[in-house]
């Protein structure tokens, strides 16, 4: 069973992004399933994205002196 992309790790993310790139290198499947790998290559990359900048954010705060900064929720364009 595989998780929701929302409740992949950072982690778990970059080592599904590695399987797909292995599967789209080989070469061996159809034009369909490469597209649908791409697609989902493409938003794990995003939840990816999401996750560093959030990471970012948080050392950013944790670094900065004003006790009274608060994480916001981080929207990425076009979504």
């Not at 599904?16 to 290198?25: F, G």
């Not at 989902?40 to 670094?63: N, Y």
């Amino acid at each position: 069973m595989t998780k929701n992309n929302a409740d992949l790790s950072f982690e778990e993310s970059l080592s599904t992004l590695e399987a797909i790139v292995s599967e789209l290198e080989k070469g061996d499947i159809s034009l369909d399933d490469a597209l649908k790998q791409f697609e989902h290559g493409i938003t794990l990359v995003r939840h990816s994205q999401s996750k560093l900048d959030q990471a970012q954010q948080r050392v950013s705060i944790l670094l900065n002196e004003k006790p009274d900064d608060k994480l916001v929720p981080f929207e990425n364009e076009g979504e």
